[in-house]
T-cell receptor, first 114, second 124 residues
Framework: DQQVKQNSPSLSVQEGRISILNCDYT??????FLWYKKYPAEGPTFLISISSIKDKNEDGRFTVFLNKSAKHLSLHIVPSQPGDSAVYFCAASRFRQGAQKLVFGQGTRLTINP | GAVVSQHPSRVICKSGTSVKIECRSLDFQATTMFWYRQFPKQSLMLMAT?????????EQGVEKDKFLINHASLTLSTLTVTSAHPEDSSFYIC????????????????????FGSGTRLTVV
């Protein structure tokens, strides 16, 4: 049962434009969500997070939006840069209930074209 | 701060042998460490969670006798793949959680999670 889903395996965006990566989840008990960027043969690098009590969090070029009623979150990157080309994973957890583990989506490969 | 070192980055071993992967938190004490496995173009699958000084908790479907996890100190966890076979070839990633000071994570935004750089295991 895939509790966290990233339905787009890949996304191609022009440099300077907005990249929007989507993530859906099925477990309404998830209360914290994180986005990671990953290059091949490397560990994930943390980008931005959001708790379920918020609907938006912004950090520089990265903004995460959370729609709890739709069980959907999205990561916006503006403006997109060539260095943003990587695989992006969303992850969810139930920290408030004392859970420690992160549940990851399948990832979306973002390619920024010059 | 909050750096996790994973070693080796790449290892090739013969079928039937065992291989050990180390995960160290360099500048903090990790209360909990996690081991993930990633197949090509797939998600990170949690294999087990370990707390210092206690037995690891394995996820369903992960063979504990195959993947031995030792968390002997607050800065070191090891994953040993025993009697490795080609199907064990994969990318293994560790993550350490901590530190927490005064009830707050040192990097609040990431809730204390720091990932290692991963180990590419190839069994021939």
């Amino acid at each position: 049962d895939q509790q966290v889903k990233q339905n787009s395996p890949s996304l191609s965006v022009q440099e300077g434009r907005i990249s929007i990566l989507n993530c859906d989840y099925t477990n309404s008990m998830f209360d914290y969500f994180l986005w990671y960027k990953k290059y091949p043969a490397e560990g994930p690098t943390f980008l931005i997070s959001i708790s379920s009590i918020k609907d938006k969090n912004e950090d520089g070029r990265f903004t995460v939006f959370l729609n709890k009623s739709a069980k959907h979150l999205s990561l916006h990157i503006v403006p997109s840069q060539p260095g943003d080309s990587a695989v992006y994973f969303c992850a969810a957890s139930r920290f408030r209930q004392g859970a420690q583990k992160l549940v990851f989506g399948q990832g979306t490969r973002l390619t920024i074209n010059p | 701060g909050a750096v996790v070192s994973q070693h080796p980055s790449r290892v090739i071993c013969k079928s039937g042998t065992s291989v050990k992967i180390e995960c160290r938190s360099l500048d903090f004490q990790a209360t909990t460490m996690f081991w993930y496995r990633q197949f090509p173009k797939q998600s990170l699958m949690l294999m087990a969670t370990s707390n210092e000084g206690s037995k690891a908790t394995y996820e369903q479907g992960v063979e504990k006798d195959k993947f031995l996890i030792n968390h002997a100190s607050l800065t070191l966890s090891t994953l040993t793949v025993t009697s490795a076979h080609p199907e064990d070839s994969s990318f293994y990633i560790c993550s350490a959680r901590g530190p927490k000071t005064g009830g707050a994570w040192s990097v609040p935004a990431n809730y204390g999670y720091t990932f290692g750089s991963g180990t590419r295991l190839t069994v021939v």
